[in-house]
């Protein structure tokens, strides 16, 4: 028979136990502790923005209070309207977005960055091979801010060539119907990023500049939202740098952790597909998330082509590191 001490102990551990159990139940997952909602906008789905859903995933957000979730927009015009509607509080996007709106007269500010080299490779039918052999011919991205026309235009300056020596046709965010284009010949060239590339596995299509050929610096992946909002919700902002920096961290040095994200988030169904992905991204992690504001400029003075007014549309405040600085005390 058990002795009254022992029983009144295993009573004691049971009701801690259930009371554990009780806690973490509740809503907001923190004994009863509401979560504050922060919704983040984005155009694209692609590693970069699987790199969030890790953090959301993981709970790196939840854990300084925050329940983070993300919008799909099928334009930045419609995301940039959600943000001016409070709909979204912040956004993924390029710096190139930032800017356009900005020049514009918005007032959006970059308070992360997180990739410091394009990683899109430059595709085009098998009878066009170089750079000169596109000269004349129409090119399909998303946008003359996007990433993907980034690309094309770095790859045109290797060769001394002016990014307005090509036509270019807004083919939208997909990337399967910008491919589409391209082979049926409505365009000459595209690019895509390594998450896509397996789709060019029975066409016609082949990469002529993979990203190694982009060693410039520029920072194309930010986290913004517009001023007003950033300056009276700061101790929310505060709690999402704090999640976003241990994110990073983590998504940028953990390989396999990283790849299953990845590879659930892109429904890919290959392990080694989404192994394969990470490591075409990795050396384009930058070492930390704080603003790169030389980066930022080096990427609108590329695309400032089509719109020279950008080329000095980065003022101070565009890029605010006092986020990073005073949040993370570095």
């Known amino acids: 028979m058990a002795r009254p001490q022992t029983v009144a102990i295993i009573l004691v551990a049971i009701l801690v136990v259930a009371g554990v159990i009780v806690y973490f139940a509740l809503p907001g997952g923190q004994g009863g ?9 984005e155009t694209y789905t692609s590693t970069s923005t699987a790199y969030l859903q890790a953090g959301i995933q ?22 940039v309207a959600a943000l001016l509607k409070g709909d979204v509080q912040l956004a993924l996007g390029t710096a190139g977005d ?9 007032n959006a500010r970059i308070i992360a960055t997180y990739a410091q080299h394009v990683v899109f490779s430059v595709v085009a039918p098998d009878n066009y091979t170089t750079a000169q052999s596109l000269v004349g011919k129409v090119a399909v991205v998303t946008s003359t801010a996007g990433s993907d026309y980034l690309a094309i235009a770095l790859m045109l300056n290797a060769s001394g060539i002016k990014p307005t020596a090509l036509h270019y046709l807004p083919g939208g965010s997909s990337v399967p119907a910008r491919l589409s284009l391209v082979e049926n010949g409505e365009g000459q060239v595209t690019a895509v990023i390594p998450d896509y590339l397996p789709l060019l596995k029975g066409t016609s299509l082949h990469v ?5 050929a982009f060693p410039e610096h520029v920072a194309w992946d930010t986290v913004y939202g517009l001023d007003p909002y950033l300056t009276a919700n700061r101790k929310t902002i505060d709690s999402f740098m704090l999640g976003l920096n241990e994110t990073h961290t983590w998504f940028t040095t953990n390989r396999t952790g990283a790849s299953q994200v990845i590879n659930s988030y892109l429904k890919l169904g290959n392990l080694s597909q989404a192994e394969a992905t990470w490591d075409a991204w990795q050396p384009a992690w930058s070492a930390s998330i704080r603003p790169d504001l030389a980066g930022v400029k080096n990427y609108i003075g590329l695309i400032s082509y089509f719109n020279p007014t ?21």
């Open 58 to 79: 993981d709970g790196y957000f939840s854990k300084y209070g925050l329940n983070v979730s993300t919008i799909r927009f099928s334009s930045v015009t419609l995301l």
């Open 33 to 41: 502790k509401q979560l504050t909602p922060l919704k983040v906008g």
């Open 98 to 106: 930032v800017a356009f709106f900005d020049a514009a007269g918005g």
């Open 208 to 212: 002529i500049a993979n990203a190694s």
């Open 310 to 330: 950008l080329s000095s549309a980065v003022p101070s405040g565009m890029v605010d590191v006092s986020y990073y600085n005073d949040t993370l005390h570095q």
